[in-house]
T-cell receptor, first 111, second 111 residues
Framework: GESVGLHLPTLSVQEGDNSIINCAYS??????FIWYKQESGKGPQFIID?????DKRQGQRVTVLLNKTVKHLSLQIAATQPGDSAVYFC??????????FGSGTKLNVKP | DVKVTQSSRYLVKRTGEKVFLECVQD?????MFWYRQDPGLGLRLIYF???????EKGDIPEGYSVSREKKERFSLILESASTNQTSMYLC??????????FGSGTQLSVL
């Protein structure tokens, strides 16, 4: 199967700082990636996606960077807020309806 | 906005009971999925359906069955619940472009 991993299982940041969450993927043929946010006891919430023909995509306070050379994906959150505290995980999609998920990084935002 | 609705947030059942988990999506998506999520194991695919009355086994189908009689509804059935089926169950549907949207989850406890 595919392997989608995360470099850090837990990340603690100060409120107002920027956060960077990383993800490595294994299939160089993957052409679509999604970041999800999951709060405790809730389902994963779609944050942002990126296709392999791009290396950067920006949303509201979030940016996803894709480095296909080293098969690495990152999620940057600007001005991190307490409401950003959650588990974040990436999904790699090598083919339509084939989703492979990382185990997640827990983001703790300290006030 | 896409809405994927799971009928129960929390369920407590006894070993041997037949359990139905219901999921409804309102975006006319062809594809629907059932995952279970366990600490340290991430998201694992149980079954998915790509059309009414069509289904395919995922990675861990044993002990589960599914039903898709209408496009908007996808049901997961535990024929005889066991304690190792205690988990968070997540339903999802995907758009034609491959974006996967999750419901809020059902935390099932089997005693």
């Amino acid at each position: 199967g595919e392997s989608v991993g995360l470099h850090l299982p837990t990340l603690s940041v100060q409120e107002g700082d920027n956060s960077i969450i990383n993800c490595a993927y294994s299939n160089s043929a993957s052409d679509y990636f999604i970041w999800y946010k999951q709060e405790s006891g809730k389902g994963p919430q779609f944050i942002i996606d990126i296709r392999s023909n791009m290396d950067k995509r920006q949303g509201q306070r979030v940016t996803v960077l894709l480095n296909k050379t080293v098969k690495h994906l990152s999620l940057q959150i600007a001005a991190t807020q307490p409401g950003d505290s959650a588990v974040y995980f990436c999904a790699e999609i090598p083919a339509l309806n084939k989703f492979y998920f990382g185990s997640g990084t827990k983001l703790n935002v300290k006030p | 906005d896409v809405k994927v609705t799971q009928s129960s947030r929390y369920l407590v059942k006894r070993t041997g009971e037949k359990v139905f988990l219901e999921c409804v999506q309102d975006m006319d998506h062809e594809n629907m999925f059932w995952y279970r999520q366990d600490p340290g194991l991430g998201l694992r695919l149980i079954y998915f359906s790509y059309d009414v009355k069509m289904k395919e086994k995922g990675d861990i189908p044993e002990g589960y069955s599914v039903s898709r009689e209408k496009k908007e509804r996808f049901s997961l059935i535990l024929e005889s619940a066991s304690t190792n089926q205690t988990s968070m169950y997540l339903c999802a549907s995907s758009s034609p472009r491959g974006k996967l949207f999750f419901g809020s989850g059902t935390q099932l406890s089997v005693l």
